[in-house]
């Protein structure tokens, strides 16, 4: 069965980048799409974007300007890059397999 | 961008049936909107429990399913038990993007 651990840095002053870093273990990268999906604290979810594993990216039309999803089939895994965050950033990141499969989630703080 | 729209909130009384359904701002939902459905408790990650509008994921009960009704997507809990309480979220793909619903929370009461 596929699993996902993710991680990265929990807090962040604005402006800085948000990197967080998801490997896929029990399966390969082909043939699934790999999703960075977020949520606020009682808020609802919003998906970021995804990749194949090809590289192939598609990204949220609101937050496209600030996201990069890249792949590293080499190692297995995926990962997220967002640019210039701010406190409406703060929320629970998820990274997700085919929507099917997802990881425990970190929590990212945007606080000067 | 697309919106999608679910019910705020629904309640229902245990062994009930309750239907909670998800549009699109483009129009009629279809087949090829793939809407998924997921659960989520509070302090838990979001549970898939329905892909491609009615295919159940192995774990989902048989008292949850999906379908297209109406235009909309929908998610039906029959026979409704206490621990089906929790936010229920579709996904649409639309435009090229996938779009979350704002959710729906059930109370069984």
């Known amino acids: 069965q596929v699993q996902l651990q993710q991680w990265g840095a929990g807090l962040l002053r604005p402006s800085e980048t948000l990197s967080l870093t998801c490997i896929v273990s029990?399966?390969?990268?082909?043939?699934?799409?790999w999703s960075w999906i977020r949520q606020p604290s009682g808020k609802g979810l919003e998906w970021l974007g995804d990749?194949?594993?090809?590289?192939?990216?598609n990204y949220n039309p609101s937050l496209k300007s600030r996201v990069t999803i890249s792949v590293d089939t080499s190692k297995n895994q995926f990962s997220l890059k967002l640019n210039f965050v701010t406190a409406a950033d703060t929320a629970v990141y998820y990274c997700?397999?085919?929507?099917?499969?997802w990881g425990q989630g970190t929590l990212v703080t945007v606080s000067s | 961008q697309t919106v999608v729209t679910q019910e705020p909130s629904l309640t229902v009384s245990p062994g009930g049936t309750v239907t909670l359904t998800c549009a699109s701002s483009t129009g009629p939902v279809t087949s090829n909107y793939y809407a998924h459905w997921f659960q989520q408790k509070p302090g838990q990650a979001p549970r898939p429990l329905i892909h491609?509008?009615?295919n159940k994921q192995s774990w989902t009960p048989a008292r949850f399913s999906g379908s297209l009704l109406g235009g909309k997507a929908a998610l039906t809990l029959s026979g409704v038990q206490p621990e089906d309480e929790a936010d229920y979220y579709c996904?649409?793909?639309?435009?090229?993007?996938?779009?979350f619903g704002g959710g729906t929370r059930v109370t069984v009461l």
């Open positions: 029990g399966g390969s990268l082909s043939d699934s799409y």
């Open positions: 990749i194949n594993h090809s590289g192939n990216a």
């Open positions: 997700v397999r085919n929507f099917g499969e």
């Open positions: 996904l649409l793909f639309s435009g090229g993007a996938w779009v």
């Open positions: 491609s509008t009615s």
